[in-house]
């Protein structure tokens, strides 16, 4: 891919995050940089409780970094953004809305100036379409499926047409057949829209399937960055060729290695 | 007998629309067999179903009522009893029950007449302790420190009944108008704004999360987030709060006087009419049930995303 020849898109600069409460202080991510280029897909892996969800949050605004910085296009990131949409894990849709409604709002919010009435309706069920919920446009959140919520706030997140995609496990709740199904198709839009994107997981397969790169967090506290692993299949890519890929094995033996070898999560045992 | 749905229907209009401009009697008549045969489509069998699960819901209260009413008609039917019976109220007060809207003269008026005016006065103090408890119950809600310092005033201030605000309203506003619709306002006020406040408070933060995202202003915030994720709790407190304000219009207007239902038991009993106060005494229970329910009915439809999510 000739994107990551380019100049950093997203930078990270010796990141450090501190939680404190009542006098105690926890530091959570230390020293974490990273460069990632334009149309990268990168998956952020670790046990859970390593921060991955935190430094998602710094990238998106929701926290703000203790020191270090978070820059977009050399632009400090200090503040929640459209431009750094997020897909949610547990989707975070508005119940009270319909699926358009839900994905209207952040349309009218993005380009309630620059956009007619008419495109941003035209706009709201392309997305819809995009994710193959267009026919369930009048429904609300309680009446459709985890996966059809998760495909709306996918909907939703790119209907921002963000710089940067965010998805904090966005396949996590889900069973295994539709996680599957909407990998395939963050696949697909990945590849027709080539948005940059950030996604947390704790699923090994899934990273390998998805990522130009994975990187892989150590156990926290003072979580760092361990590996990054460049995955390097070509794209498109297909789940069940892949199966017997060699550079596939390959990728996911060196994922599993890291996770279970030399940073087995002690607690979880 | 559900033999042959499908016959019927399809022979059935043709049959009864060719007659239907007054033709020849057998033929209508003929249809009329018809229409009774298909009565017994699954359409009715489901409006006799409806029907039935209704009077499951109405009849027991009519019998338990009728049991009442005869229990209370023994032990009054006496000539030395101190309360009116049921059929004596019925014989002495039969112009209020009969007809609520009538109109005699400047104090002779159907009960209907003085609910409304007191429902007149409920709907301005209810309808500002809901705009003010909704805005003050958002900005307590929001601030751990309005919370932290105004909570303690409001769980005492909420405990004193209404009554007891009405001599400090009458010395500020010296008029019985205003005054009993700041009663109605005070003692409304309170369950509003501690249930908004708590329903703020409980936002999840996924949503906070999505409007961050989105940069909603204040303002959007407010209306788009904010007001629908704590319908739930707002409702509860307008529901609370009308049924409070329905209880302060009867003691406000008890001493404020005037045409409401509260001044007229009052009245009532200054002029020993037990059996008038009875039946004001029904019209405010059935008129303060249906305000319950309808407050209800609006928090039901208002929030049917939201409950559910």
Redesign the interface.
């Known amino acids: 891919m000739t994107a990551q020849l380019a100049k950093p898109f997203l930078q990270l600069q010796g990141v450090r995050k501190v939680f404190s409460r009542g006098g105690m202080e926890t530091e959570v991510l230390t020293d974490i940089s990273l460069d990632i280029a334009e149309g990268e897909f990168v998956s952020i892996i670790g046990h859970s409780g390593c921060g991955k969800s935190t430094l998602l949050n710094l990238v ?3 926290t703000r970094v203790t020191t270090g910085a978070v820059l977009l296009e050399n632009r400090e990131v200090n ?4 431009e ?3 897909v ?1 894990q ?1 989707h ?1 849709l ?4 319909t699926v358009y409604e839900n994905v209207r ?2 349309v009218d ?2 380009f309630g100036r620059t956009k007619s009435r008419a495109d941003r309706h035209a706009w709201t069920l392309h997305n819809l379409d995009l994710v193959q919920m267009g026919h369930a446009k009048d429904k ?3 009446e459709i499926s985890g996966g059809m919520k998760q495909r709306v706030g996918i909907a939703r997140a790119l209907a ?1 047409e963000p710089k940067v995609l965010l998805m904090d496990e966005p396949f996590g709740a889900l069973d295994a057949l539709t996680r599957a199904h909407l990998q395939d198709s963050v696949m697909q839009i990945h590849a027709r829209l080539g948005n940059t994107a950030i996604m947390i997981t704790h699923d090994v397969d899934e990273a390998v399937l998805l990522s130009d790169r994975i990187v892989m967090m150590t156990n926290g506290p003072s979580a760092r960055v361990g590996e990054v692993l460049e995955v390097g299949l070509p794209r498109p890519r297909n789940r069940l060729e892949l199966v017997s890929d060699a550079r596939y094995i390959h990728a996911r033996e060196a994922v599993l290695k890291f996770l279970y070898e030399r940073h087995r999560f002690v607690e979880a045992a | 007998m559900n033999a042959m749905p499908g016959r019927p229907v399809l022979v059935d209009p043709s049959a009864g629309r060719v007659p239907a401009g007054g033709a020849a009697r057998t033929k209508s008549q003929e249809t009329k067999v018809v229409a009774l045969r298909t009565a017994r489509s699954p359409l009715s069998a489901r409006a006799l179903a409806t029907l039935r699960e209704a009077a499951a819901t109405v009849v027991p209260p009519l019998v338990m009522l009728a049991a009442l009413l005869l229990i209370w008609q023994l032990a009054t039917d006496k000539p030395d009893a101190s309360l009116p019976s049921p059929l004596k109220i019925w014989t002495e007060a039969n112009d209020l029950i009969v007809s609520p809207f009538f109109v005699y003269g400047p104090q002779d008026i159907g009960l209907g007449w003085r609910v409304l005016t007191s429902l007149e006065r409920v709907a301005y103090g209810f309808g500002l302790a809901a705009i003010v408890g909704i805005v003050l119950g958002a900005v307590v809600g929001q601030s751990v420190w309005a919370m932290r310092g105004l909570d303690p005033i409001f769980q005492v201030l909420r405990t004193v009944p209404p009554l007891a605000w009405l001599p400090i309203s009458l010395a500020a506003f010296r008029d019985s108008g205003p005054s009993a619709v700041f009663v109605i306002f005070i003692t409304a006020v309170w369950p509003v704004i501690i249930n908004t406040a708590v329903g703020i408070r409980n936002i999840p933060q ?2 906070r ?2 409007a ?5 202003n204040p303002l ?1 915030y407010f209306w ?2 904010m007001i ?2 704590a ?1 739930p709790y707002i409702f509860t407190g307008l529901r609370i709060g009308i049924g409070l304000s329905w209880l302060a219009i009867v003691a406000a207007e008890m001493l404020t006087g005037g045409v409401g239902i509260g001044f007229f038991i009052w009245d009532a009993w200054n002029s020993s009419r037990l059996s008038d106060i009875v039946v004001a005494l029904v019209y405010i229970g059935v008129v303060g049930f249906v305000l319950d329910r309808l407050v209800a009915l609006v928090g039901r439809i208002a ?4 409950a ?2």
């Open positions: 998106a605004g929701l503040e929640p953004g459209p750094r949409a997020v949610f547990n975070s508005l119940p009270w809305l709002i952040a919010k993005v609300r959140p309680a921002m | 996924d949503y999360n999505v961050e995202v989105l940069r909603l959007e788009r987030i629908p994720s319908a929030t049917r995303g939201t559910s999510a």
